[in-house]
């Protein structure tokens, strides 16, 4: 990859723990950030706190919900307009209900936690993807976890028997899935995908209201996060699952090519890209 500070990146979910966190970092480093979150008021906070420690470079921010698949769409074409590549996009955002959380859907009728954690950043992928290819070579990394379950295809949207904890790790592994599969249909594109866990349980608003404890700190997933995103160590290296910064072997079924068929078909109808 080139250097940090020829970079222009953009990182979901930037105005709150480890999305802010790694932006003030990449920013302090000389790159050209692209800063979204779905808070007015934090996403102005944030880019005035970034542009501090930009080194000069423009920080600008982007306003979007990514539970409703428009705005999805509406913050893909801004960027586009705006920039015409993309060097790294870290597909951070997501959310996570705490203990007895009732079942939400989103603005398009999905289970709220499906489509904010893997429906928005697949739909946002695809779409930015002339941008990445702008700037090969490039990265894709989807900050996941370690707590994964498998897909029941038959109730993707956990219809019968919701479970918020079940919504997320469900979730977490399908953004695996689809980094392996976009990783083999960009192969000779010189754009790596990746997926990776950046720390258990860290101190961040969303673990601390969710668990009430936290086991890790931000600062421990940033340099795990930024390891994968930006080490000349992981050039060329793609399809990947990283525990931290070390690969390792997600659940069994995202190594099961129809279950990924599956996903990959399900997706596109869900978010409109099916032919």
Do not use: W
């Not at 060097?87 to 904010?116: K, M, P």
């Amino acid at each position: 990859m080139k250097p940090i500070d020829e970079q222009t990146i953009l990182i979901t979910g930037s105005t709150d723990g480890l999305g802010r966190a790694a932006a003030r970092k990449l920013a302090s480093r000389g790159a050209t950030l692209l800063v979204h979150g779905r808070s007015r008021e934090r996403l102005e906070a944030t880019v005035a706190e970034i542009g501090k420690a930009s080194r000069g470079k423009p920080v600008r921010g982007y306003l979007a919900d990514l539970a409703e698949l428009a705005q999805v769409r509406r913050l893909a074409a801004e960027v586009a307009k705006d920039y015409d590549r993309l060097d790294l996009l870290i597909n951070n955002a997501g959310i996570i209900g705490g203990r007895g959380a009732r079942r939400e859907t989103s603005a398009d009728g999905y289970e709220r936690t499906f489509a904010v954690n893997y429906l928005a950043p697949f739909l946002l992928t695809r779409l930015l993807l002339p941008l990445l290819r702008r700037a090969a070579p490039s990265r894709v990394v989807n900050v996941t976890s370690v707590g994964q379950s498998p897909i029941d295809f038959a109730d993707v949207m956990l219809e019968r028997g919701y479970e918020p904890m079940r919504a997320y790790t469900q979730s977490k592994l399908a953004q695996i899935m689809h980094a392996i599969d976009l990783a083999a249909e960009l192969e000779g594109h010189r754009i790596t995908v990746n997926a990776m866990h950046p720390a258990s349980l860290m101190s961040t608003k969303m673990v601390m209201e969710s668990f009430g404890h936290a086991t890790s700190t931000v600062e421990e997933g940033v340099e795990a996060l930024l390891y994968v995103a930006t080490s000349p160590a992981l050039d060329g290296v793609t399809g990947r699952y990283f525990n931290q910064k070390r690969e390792a072997r997600a659940l069994a079924q995202a190594y099961d090519p129809k279950a990924r068929t599956a996903l990959k078909t399900l997706s596109e109808r869900l978010t409109g890209l099916a032919p």
